[in-house]
């Protein structure tokens, strides 16, 4: 047996190990990227407000 | 004398927070990145099997930081709740809500990997004893938080409903925290005790404070980007802000 294999099998806990580790790193992966997506539509948001402000003080 | 006093209430300005957290905020997220990435080596690579549970206690290198980090996230809240309270304060609010959902996501990892490790070693996902209850309660009070404060409209009465809760919900804190001194419970005692020595080897116990620490740059990093949007979603009709975006400097 190959020292991953070794690895992988966690001397035989490969799903509670794996389980915990991989659940644990999706979750403080996709966190961060749902922050970005939330701050490029503040942006876009705030970009917006302030074009029909402008457009409000032209008429 | 008062000049040399540093004035705090500046920085309780959105207007002043907002490009303060930016300049933070890289420099949490590569600690961040670094440490976790230390921290899984010393927890796989380095750190010796457990004579008593073979590979499956490395569990302990996740589940010990996120619980950790659950109770100590929704300290930091009730800080800022009390804070907002108090002083009456904007930014404290928004800072409760960017904590929040970070909070959240630390109580289910906490349950999560306690599950996954309560299986092989106790025979069972899960129990109702006195810790795992209260972290679930935990759970609750940082979904309750973030549905009340989601649900009201008025965002000045969102903001004090939601302090007035955190503030209440923090009883179970100690509980927690004290519950496996307090009942018989399945799950053991701490790990790291102040008043004997600590039940582990060096090098484990030195990859648990790794990761912990990395998590809680973590922390930071999440929460000073959430506090970011929440301040430009809040403040969109300002001109500082308008002009921040315009300026492309946001």
Do not use: C
């Not at chain 2, 609750?140 to 008025?154: K, N, Q, R, V, W």
Request: no cysteine; glycine share 6%.
């Amino acid at each position: 047996m190959s020292a991953l294999q070794t690895f992988f099998e966690m001397g035989g806990y490969a799903l509670y190990v794996w389980g915990s580790f991989g659940v644990t790193a999706v979750l403080m992966i996709a966190e961060p990227l749902m922050l970005r997506g939330r701050r490029k539509a503040a942006l876009k948001r705030v970009a917006r407000v302030a074009r029909m402000s402008a457009a409000e003080v032209k008429q | 004398m008062s000049s040399r006093l540093i004035n705090w209430f500046k920085f309780s300005s959105p207007a002043t927070f907002y490009p303060l957290t930016g300049r933070l905020q890289p420099w949490f997220t590569w600690s961040a990145v670094l440490l976790i990435a230390v921290g899984l080596y010393l927890s796989f690579f380095v750190a010796p099997t457990d004579y008593k549970q073979g590979e499956g206690y490395r569990i302990i290198f996740v589940h010990v930081p996120a619980a950790w980090m659950s109770m100590f996230i929704y300290m930091v809240m009730a800080f800022w709740s009390a804070l907002g309270l108090v002083f009456n304060t904007r930014l404290s609010a928004m800072m409760t809500q960017a904590l929040a959902p970070t909070g959240a996501m630390f109580t289910f990892v906490a349950l999560w990997t306690g599950a996954f490790w309560g299986k092989p070693m106790w025979g069972t996902w899960w129990v109702w004893d006195a810790r795992l209850t209260s972290e679930l309660i935990l759970l609750f009070l940082y979904i309750g938080y973030i549905a009340l404060t989601s649900a009201i409209e008025d965002t000045r009465r969102a903001d004090r409903a939601g302090a007035i809760l955190v503030l209440v919900g923090v009883v179970n804190i100690p509980i927690i925290y004290y519950s496996v001194e307090w009942w018989n419970t399945l799950h053991q005692g701490s790990t790291i005790n102040f008043r004997k020595e600590s039940s582990m080897t060096t090098v484990m116990l030195y990859a648990m404070l790794i990761m912990a620490l990395g998590f809680w740059a973590y922390t930071f990093a999440t929460a000073f980007s959430r506090v970011r949007s929440i301040i430009l979603e809040r403040e969109r009709n300002s001109s500082w802000a308008q002009q921040l975006v315009n300026e492309g400097r946001a």
